[in-house]
DNA sequence: TGCGGGTTCTGTATCGATTCAGCCATCAGT
DNA sequence: ACTGATGGCTGAATCGATACAGAACCCGCA
């Protein structure tokens, strides 16, 4: 059987009778040789088909393949389907497309060892961590390769290099705003927890990670500073079983049985807010005559909420772009906050009398 | 200034007084060694620093990288935005996943010199060419390699192992659906046309790529089947501007600006659908009622428009999987047609008497 | 004692390119 | 005619690992 193997730089060397080096500058360096030589190599090359210098020889000889990797936390199809996630993906390829650098979507990290493999065995010349797990070893795993390393909205145990929003800022406002007019009854929708470890107490669940305790600790942060009574306020806590917004679901639901009724909900996430909406709509209660909503993140979808959404717009896109570029520079020891601001739209309004 | 360098597995064998490969063996061939070195070998290397083998090396020599590239014709946050192209990357996913091999995001094929750059040196075991293009010398670019190849909806120019699914039969199925109904007044909403270089005649752009006139082929089908006119078939065309939900806004404001108005239109996809129905609602015409619409794809969404949208279904998980084992494999030469399948939902009704 | 058969480990070639120092002409300047 | 640049090209070392063929040793058994 004749296997067709495809010819390298060698071959194409010998075929002209020049040296390796010679083929090699005549695609990386033409101005070192003549235009002559180098348009006869080319062409000897492509009567040949080769293809050109492999990329992975390249890629080891030069210390750098064109490739950074993402992880993330959830199943790939997730952050497909999470519109915070896609615009933070799309900052990421705004960056990268532009360097020419491609993204891999490394594999989930599943149980620990095989997760730490997939990190070690990554072919990339950087790494950004969209996960939540801060005590992570397998993020260890990659820690010692000695790449550049990002990590986003990932608390403060990760890496040298971290961007984040000001999330407990955000939160903050947006129930400051609630309270300014005039709410008393507060419910907070919470992100859901995924992934907890078997048997770990749901509250002690709700501290981990943190996007989540920093927002948590904005609402409180609010409703403290206004002489109310934070163990009043109720946070009820799902383990997720879908969507964000399935979550929003459930989470109004439980809310909205209470007596007597919050008369406003601080939704951590837009995704949160529209479940919330949702349950509201169906049981005809008008937002925001009777029920404030505030979301946070302010994704487009947001703007066309009915009502339209109050929320917390935080800069996804840029949040994207600027990890992309912290990484490129080698991912410096920095941390970068961005700036979170509240939207005012539809969803909120002075609280009803009594 | 002292720089760190990471240890190699050199230095690991050094260190351990034992040759290279033994310290290869206790990374890969577990049972080529005692455990006891083993255990000794692993030990060091922690304690040295070593971050296992380097993976650009291990490819360079195993020939394999554990990652397939992908491609896409649209800037990546389209894909993010388009939900069959979500499903479809799902399934891709969800097969890579499990393969433990990762998959890279291409930058965007541009101008066609860095394009074929870009793919030709991508660091990659494989490549899925999700575009329409079908003469693409970029691609063929990427063909010199002899790496497994699959394009996916990609007419039948491009590679010896394609799948797509039947577009031809499943528009003809819709459109006959309409017809059964009494509808003799059709409109077409047709995938927008983007990326046209200057000056090409729109009407010759609508032929070009697989998927619209396969589409448009099978809605032909079934009005000459049913001895209509074909060319009394407004079909208008649109270079996109956006989303292909804006295109079926703008399409669908164009056909029903004729008098006398289409009683149905036929949609390419779901998003341009939903794009007319939003427009029909706009201007208070009644779906099913004054006005049937078809789709194509069956995204969840689908299932959630008001009212609830007759589609044809097509596989998009079960395409993005099967691409996915099909390269895994090798990329045999296949052809891969998956089949079609009308779902009738409540956006479809017969005619309105006249 | 001698020999087949396992296990455990080593040495060397190899994957396909890039880098860097340096060689050889040619050519301008004095 | 000699020096110093410059342009154009080559050879060998190197990137970090894996594959493959065998060496050394221990065991049991005729």
């Known amino acids: 059987m004749f296997v067709v193997t495809a010819p390298t730089l060698a071959d194409v060397a010998r075929a002209v009778g020049v040296s390796r080096t010679t083929v090699s500058n005549a695609y990386n360096r033409p101005d070192q040789l003549s235009d002559d030589l180098r348009a006869r190599i080319l062409d000897v090359a492509a009567s040949l088909g080769y293809p050109g210098p492999d990329p992975v020889a390249r890629g080891l000889r030069r210390g750098r393949t064109g490739v950074v990797g993402l992880v993330y936390d959830e199943p790939l199809s997730y952050m497909f389907t999470d519109p915070a996630a896609v615009l933070f993906v799309t900052g990421l ?23 730490a493999a997939v990190l070690a065995q990554a072919a990339v010349d950087g790494l950004i961590s969209f996960c939540e797990a801060t005590d992570d070893r ?12 990002v990590t986003v909205d990932a608390g403060t145990t990760q890496a040298p290099c971290r961007v984040g929003i000001d999330d407990r800022g955000g939160t903050r406002a ?15 929708a919470v992100l859901p927890v995924t992934d907890v470890p078997e048997g770990t107490d749901p509250g002690e669940a709700m501290t981990q990670g943190s996007t989540r305790p920093a927002r948590l600790a904005g609402i409180r942060d609010a409703v403290v500073a206004a002489g109310l009574d934070w163990d009043a306020v109720p946070v009820p ?16 639901a439980l809310l909205l049985d209470r007596a007597p009724r919050p008369t406003a909900i601080v939704a951590m996430s837009d995704e949160l807010a ?12 008008d937002v925001p005559r009777e029920l404030s909503v505030v979301g946070f993140d302010d994704i487009p979808a947001a703007r066309t909420t009915v009502p339209a959404l109050t929320t917390v717009r935080q800069p996804l896109v840029a949040k994207g772009e600027e990890a992309a570029r912290l990484l490129l520079a080698g991912a410096p020891e920095t941390v970068v906050e961005l700036p979170t601001e509240l939207v005012v739209r539809a969803s909120t309004a002075p609280a009803a009398r009594e």
Chains 1, 2 share one sequence.
């Open 174 to 188: 947006a129930t400051a705003h609630l309270i300014d007019l005039g709410h008393r009854r507060l419910g907070v």
């Open 138 to 149: 397998r993020l260890a795993a990659f820690q010692a390769r000695r790449l550049p390393f």
């Open 93 to 115: 390829a705004n960056v990268l497309d532009a360097a020419g650098i491609s993204l891999a979507l490394l594999p989930r990290l599943g149980a620990d060892d095989a997760g």
């Open 274 to 285: 529209a479940g919330v909406l949702e349950v509201a709509a169906d049981r005809g209660i």
């Open 237 to 252: 806590v799902v383990a997720s079983a879908g969507s964000d917004r399935e979550a929003g679901r459930i989470e109004a």
